[in-house]
């Protein structure tokens, strides 16, 4: 299993232009997560998803957008780039909560992508 | 919402030395806690949890104790390498959510 994928690993925009980064699995979960990481700062929830079709809103959802049209996929976007989301993007995904057998809740992480925005 | 104390936010320990973090947490509701460490460059990844029915749970030279009284959890890593050298995070759970609340974290400095 390659775990949770993330493209691109950096970019670099320019205020106001629009950008899609992309998050896959391939472990079956059905719980998919988008982070953001500030200098010093813990990772901020900005969107989740409990299965395909269904979004809502985390803490710092204002600027972003997201959709789950299948379990594997859970692309972030951003539609008018504003310097205050320059930011490392984490994507993540659980098994469903509430499993016997220790696994629920585990949350794998993707690489990271490193957003800077001009 | 869910309030996530961590201290201290930077740790310098020689090798073989034990490092310990702590969090604190407001909320009586959190159920699962993990601790993640992070490398340059690279995701935060799982080292160990504990859930809110346990005390205590160890795992080589990590363990991780709760005090659901004080709503506190600390790590300890002993006999410290300087492959632990990275950032720590530690994280809850609310019983009624889905999503990580996670503290701000601390970086560990093992030096030789």
């Known amino acids: 299993n390659a775990g949770v994928t993330q493209t691109p690993k950096f970019r670099i925009l320019k205020i106001g232009q629009s950008m899609t980064l992309q998050c896959t699995q391939d472990?079956?979960?059905?719980?998919m997560y988008w982070y953001r990481q500030d200098p010093g700062m813990g990772l901020k929830l900005i969107y989740y998803s409990v299965g395909a079709g269904i979004t809502d809103k985390g803490e710092v959802p204002n600027g972003y957008n997201v959709s789950r049209s299948t379990t594997e996929d859970f692309p972030l976007r951003l539609e008018l780039a504003a310097p205050s989301q320059t930011s490392v993007y984490f994507c993540a995904s659980s098994p469903l909560p509430g499993l016997a057998g220790g696994e629920a809740d585990t949350q794998y992480f993707g690489p990271g992508t490193r957003l800077t925005v001009l | 919402g869910e309030n996530v104390e961590q201290h201290p936010s930077t740790l310098s320990v020689q090798e073989g030395d034990s490092a310990v973090i702590k969090c604190t947490y407001s909320d009586s509701a959190s159920n699962y806690f993990p601790w993640y460490k992070q490398e340059l460059g690279k995701g935060p990844q799982l080292i160990i949890d504990?859930?809110?029915?346990?005390g205590e749970k160890k795992d080589q030279r990590i363990a991780v104790t709760l005090n659901k009284t004080a709503k506190h959890f600390s790590l300890h890593i002993t006999e410290t390498q300087p492959e632990d050298s990275a950032v720590y995070f530690c994280a809850t759970h609310l019983v009624s959510g889905y999503a990580l609340n996670f503290g701000k974290g601390t970086s560990l400095l093992v030096t030789p």
């Open positions: 472990m079956n979960h059905n719980y």
């Open positions: 504990i859930r809110s029915n346990v």
